[in-house]
């Protein structure tokens, strides 16, 4: 190492003249002290002759401290110099902002004689070090393979299960190259960081706060060049973050320089995560003097740079900008920042389920959600009523709609966004999932040039994006196309796009009305929310225009009750709907990993009811670094298009039963929504599992009910004879299913017992049941929908629900759906008793 020169030479850079003055004067004698007063001239005398040391205030007309730090790292001949931050500003977020721009330490004014000594002479001793691998001749980017990477490609190949030429390109490769020819090949780094991590057996992290960075542990330009942070890990152990844990190079650079350890805390992550922490510091002279970034106006959407903000704290632009790309990264459709009682959660929904992604400090959390409140044009000073706003973000080559939702808890307030990319391009009604025969259907109704197609589903189950995909399959050369949106999520060039903006008084009903008043050949109408939405699209449809609109149901045919509901009469159904689309979105298996094996008795129960072709083998989720370990990659929908023919129109006309309407239409040969999963189930996309709990729990058939025979009579004292009636018991608290079951055994009735609403479903396929006992909350399916399929099957049979909450809310929405009655638990036993002897005495009555 080399030593430290007899006088070393230092430059101190600060506005302040009598701050000057004070450091020359402590500094002066054992070192060469050449002062500045702004940051152009001090980085003149920098470039002249290279200081050992540098001394830098932030706060500077001009040019910053930060951006001097950053024009320093960006000249290798000045890279290595170690930099001390002088300032008062002293917030944890300043010495992240400071690492970021390059600096090795940091000094809170007012400076003391011996604290500034020692720093200086411990930076100092530093710089030597630092010289000392500048100058080592090896050069950092050439990376030692290790003798072990041959293992590692091996290993990569059977995972990914690569083709032939793919895996002949991986085996080929270097260490260095490891991730370039991994982009070559169309897959994800972070796929690659993951498979190194599971191969090194060192831990994968997607969570990297500036706070644990270890400030001036090493230059930031070495771990610009080769992918490395140190940091502190919770324990207080000192760590290294690297991209390449094969570069042999880095390691022993590491170890020779860095006080690397072997029982030192390394971690893998993907280099443009590590790359995030590298951003070019923000000049404060843009900012605004007073209040910080201005709030723009709430009738826009604001654009933003992401990694380029020049406007707010530079820590907090970095950590959201980090959640951002991460987001983008892991294909997230919502960002969930959820306050805890002493912490911030950030979770991302990946193929419809939540992900934990991020953990922060409270005050983190909090300082990010009014950045993107701000950003978004929603009042920020207010956190107690529910907001709504958003933003167009720059991320990379994308351009990104966030749509921001806050609300207020206990812990603080909430905010859920939304990413949708608005210019991507649109899929084809195939690529969505549809069959041949579907898609067929679809084009031809969206050619008709009068009538109302409904897509119908329920919230995020993909409907709007199957309406953009149809809107592209129409001829929009020779036909006007309009839409009336809340909010405007894709943009597409030739539909003239109306967007909602309640701040502005532009509702939804104004909307429609000057929609309809320019007698467009298309409406597309976001969705039917009320009876006016409803009345407007029929009435549009039937004086010879097309409408395309969403509803919220569960299948074709019972879309026609809501609409019912909603004021139109059967009739005018069958005069204007042309076709109903159902859809489901299902998670994917995982074509890297997915295993097929021999169908076990279980799945083939849950299928047998639909199909008398139940497949011999079919797929289950395994997990690998490719689907993050769940076994799921994607989704993809499930569809019936039913036609209104004729046939179908006149059935609705007359009043026919939506299951007489649903059996006709399977009997002709249409493709239900059951049988279109049942087919994927086959083609090895889907689980049985899956399946059945989103599509067939609410398509089971139920058999036919035989009239219970009339009981015995029985004394007041003594129950039912044994043989009298049958109760399904549905709880998921085993001891309180046991001690009813018990209960009602020793009364002579005869109980089937289930764990939640989905083998409750299943038992209901199977036979008939004199009561139901339903707990309401529940795994799965919880008791108001299980008594809401009832009802739309069409099976009569009593229900009491069990409960343990207090409150009226749900005893009166359960009384609404058609519940007989309401226990509370805990249940006692001769209410229970009686309860259920009248109920079923009722039901057997002549």
Request: hydrophobic residues 40%; charged residues 25%; contains cysteine.
């Amino acid at each position: 190492m080399n030593e430290i020169s007899a006088q070393p030479r230092i430059v101190y850079i600060d506005d302040d003249r009598n701050q000057l003055a004070l450091v020359e004067r402590f500094l002066s004698g054992p070192f060469e002290v050449i002062t500045a007063e702004n940051g152009e001239d001090g980085l003149r005398i920098i470039s002249e002759t290279p200081p050992d040391l540098v001394l830098l205030d932030i706060n500077m007309p001009k040019m910053d401290g930060y951006e001097v730090c950053t024009r320093l790292q960006a000249t290798p001949k000045t890279s290595f110099i170690p930099v001390v931050f002088l300032t008062a500003m002293e917030e944890e977020k300043d010495r992240a902002r400071a690492f970021a721009a390059g600096a090795s330490d940091f000094l809170v004014k007012p400076v003391k004689k011996d604290a500034l000594l020692e720093k200086v002479r411990a930076q100092l001793a530093t710089g030597a070090a630092w010289k000392d691998l500048q100058a080592d001749n090896r050069q950092w980017h050439k990376k030692i393979e290790s003798a072990d990477f041959a293992g590692f490609k091996e290993h990569v190949a059977g995972q990914l299960n690569l083709a032939p030429d793919k895996k002949e390109r991986l085996f080929e490769t270097t260490a260095a190259d490891i991730y370039t020819v991994f982009a070559e090949m169309g897959l994800v780094e972070s796929t690659l960081s993951r498979l190194m991590s599971q191969y090194m057996g060192l831990p994968y992290t997607t969570r990297i706060s500036p706070e644990t960075i270890r400030l001036g542990a090493i230059p930031t330009a070495f771990c610009k060049a080769n992918h490395v942070l140190p940091v502190m890990t919770e324990s207080g152990e000192k760590g290294f973050i690297l991209s390449n844990p094969f570069n042999l190079d880095l390691v022993d650079m590491l170890k020779k320089n860095f006080a690397l350890e072997k029982t030192a805390a390394i971690s893998i992550a993907e280099p443009s995560r590590i790359d995030l922490f590298f951003i070019e510091a923000p000049s404060q002279q843009k900012s605004s003097a007073v209040g910080g970034p201005q709030t723009p106006s709430p009738a826009t959407a604001p654009k933003i740079t992401v990694r380029n903000e020049a406007d707010t704290d530079h820590p907090i632009v970095q950590i959201t900008d980090t959640i951002l790309n991460a987001a983008v990264a892991e294909r997230a459709s919502d960002i969930h920042i959820e306050p805890k009682e002493t912490e911030t959660t950030v979770r991302f929904r990946v193929d419809g389920d939540l992900r934990h992604a991020f953990t922060l400090k409270k005050a983190t959390g909090m300082m990010i959600i009014s950045r993107l409140k701000a950003q978004s044009g929603i009042d920020i000073a207010e956190k107690r009523k529910p907001q709504d706003g958003g933003f167009v973000a720059n991320l990379g080559d994308r351009v990104f709609n966030f749509r921001l939702s806050t609300t207020s808890t206990p812990n603080g307030e909430s905010l859920v966004m939304r990413l949708l990319e608005p210019y991507g391009a649109a899929n084809s009604l195939s690529e969505l999932g549809m069959m041949d025969g579907q898609v067929a259907a679809m084009v031809a109704a969206a050619n008709r040039s009068s009538g109302t197609i409904l897509i119908v589903g329920s919230t995020g189950s993909g409907k709007t994006t199957t309406i953009y995909s149809l809107l592209h399959a129409i001829d929009h050369k020779k036909r006007s196309i309009m839409s009336v949106e809340d909010p405007v999520e894709y943009r597409i060039p030739f539909l003239n796009q109306q967007q909602v903006n309640e701040k502005a008084g532009v509702t939804f009903d104004s909307l429609l009305k000057a929609a309809v008043r320019q007698d467009p050949d298309v409406l597309f109408m976001g969705e039917i929310r009320d009876g006016f939405s409803a009345k407007m699209a029929v009435d549009f449809a039937s004086t010879g225009h097309l409408t395309i609109t969403t509803l919220h149901t569960s299948n074709a045919t019972t879309a026609l009750f809501r609409l019912h509901r909603l004021g139109i009469d059967r009739g005018t159904m069958a005069d204007t709907i042309i076709v109903i689309v159902a859809q489901k979105l299902l998670k994917k298996l995982c074509p890297h990993c997915k295993q097929t094996v021999p169908i076990s008795p279980q799945e083939r129960e849950m299928l047998a009811a639909f199909t008398d072709d139940v497949p011999s083998v079919v797929a289950r989720s395994v997990g690998c670094p490719e689907c993050r370990s769940t076994g799921y990659l994607g989704r993809e929908g499930v569809y019936e298009v039913l036609e209104f023919d004729t046939q179908i129109a006149e059935m609705v006309r007359s009043n026919a039963p939506i299951a007489e309407i649903r059996s006709f239409a399977k009997r002709r040969g249409d493709l239900l929504i059951d049988t279109h999963a049942i087919t994927k189930v086959k083609e090895l996309l889907f689980t049985p599992k899956d399946i059945f709990e989103k599509v067939l729990a609410e398509e089971t058939p139920v058999r036919e009910r035989q009239k219970p025979r009339k009981p015995e009579p029985a004394t007041a004292d003594a129950g039912p004879p044994a043989s009298a009636a049958s109760v399904l018991l549905v709880e998921d608290d085993a001891d309180t299913r046991m001690l009813i079951t018990r209960f009602l055994e020793t009364d002579g009735y005869t109980v089937t017992a289930c764990a939640d609403g989905i083998d409750a479903l299943l038992c209901l396929g199977k036979q008939s049941f004199d009561l139901i006992l339903s707990d309401i909350d529940m795994p799965n399916l919880d008791g108001f929908k299980l008594l809401e399929m009832i009802n739309q099957k069409g099976v009569s049979v009593p229900v009491i629900f069990l409960t343990s909450r207090a409150g009226h809310e749900d005893e009166t929405r359960g009384l609404e759906l058609g519940a007989v009655d309401y226990i509370k638990k805990p249940v006692q036993k001769d209410l229970l008793r009686l309860r259920v002897k009248k109920t079923i005495q009722g039901r057997v009555s002549p």
